[in-house]
């Protein structure tokens, strides 16, 4: 696992961004993985302005994201649908039938998207982590081996998340579809972005953890290819 640590949220954003403009530069049908939160905003905004000063396209790519909230549509304006388009895909040449989104609240919307990625591999996932741990919503006592699968969301995960309902915890979905650990650690390189003091304690089990179910990131420790960009802030706690 390599960690970088820099000063701020936009030296973590710049950072990432170089990470990411590499694979697109070299690879033009690159398939992404991405997340939504506030985490990767920043290279997004990067990889937006990139694409519009640089002319770097993303025409033959292929995305797919982590997990989006069950139980509401996807023109809400909270879903992770929306916030794709709002924060990237609007703003780059991305094809619509290219992004992928998981979407549904069965079984077999989980296999569907598992399957969907079956003859793709992800060449980068874009991973933040939860102030517990998690990534994607796998929270802490998934199994590594879950593939796609709905989650209920802890108590935690939704006051967090509660900033983008009006505050209010109760507006808050209580289940997510999600990709599982062992979807997430197929992908060829993992970029994981965390700013501030609230991550300090994830980062920390994320990197110098034992390797549990108790903060789902540690998983990574076992991934060949990792890249951690930290602030100052989120690193304060590691070794
Ligand atoms: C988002 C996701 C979540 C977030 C995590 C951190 O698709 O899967 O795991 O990455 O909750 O969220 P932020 O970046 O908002 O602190």
Do not use: W
Not at 194 to 208: E, Q, R
Not at 212 to 226: G, I, M, T
């Amino acid at each position: 696992m390599k960690v970088i640590v820099v000063e701020n949220y936009a030296e973590v954003s710049a950072e990432a961004f170089k990470v990411m403009h590499e694979l697109v530069a070299s690879k033009p049908n690159a398939v992404l993985g991405l997340a939504t939160g506030s985490s990767p905003i920043g290279l997004y905004e990067n990889m937006i302005k990139d694409h519009k000063e640089n002319g770097t396209s993303y025409a033959e790519c292929q995305s797919f994201n982590l997990d989006e909230y069950v139980g509401i549509d996807r023109n809400h304006e909270q879903s992770y649908y929306t916030f794709m388009h709002e924060n990237l895909f609007n703003g780059i040449d991305i094809k619509e039938e290219n992004v992928h989104l998981p979407y549904g609240n069965t079984k077999e919307d989980c296999e569907a998207y598992e399957r969907s990625m079956d003859n793709v591999t992800v060449d980068i996932q874009v991973l933040g982590i939860g102030s517990n741990g998690h990534i994607g919503f796998n929270e802490p006592g998934t199994s590594f081996d879950e593939e796609t699968h709905i989650v209920t969301l802890k108590e935690g995960t939704r006051k967090d998340n509660a900033r983008f309902f009006e505050n209010d915890i109760n507006k808050v979905p209580t289940h997510a579809i999600t990709m599982g650990i062992a979807t997430i650690m197929k992908a060829k390189k993992i970029l994981l972005v965390a700013t501030g003091a609230n991550k300090a304690d994830a980062v920390s089990a994320m990197v110098d953890g034992p390797v549990s179910v108790d903060c789902p990131a540690s998983v990574l420790q076992n991934h060949p290819d990792v890249v951690v960009i930290v602030d100052k802030a989120a690193a304060s706690k590691l070794k």
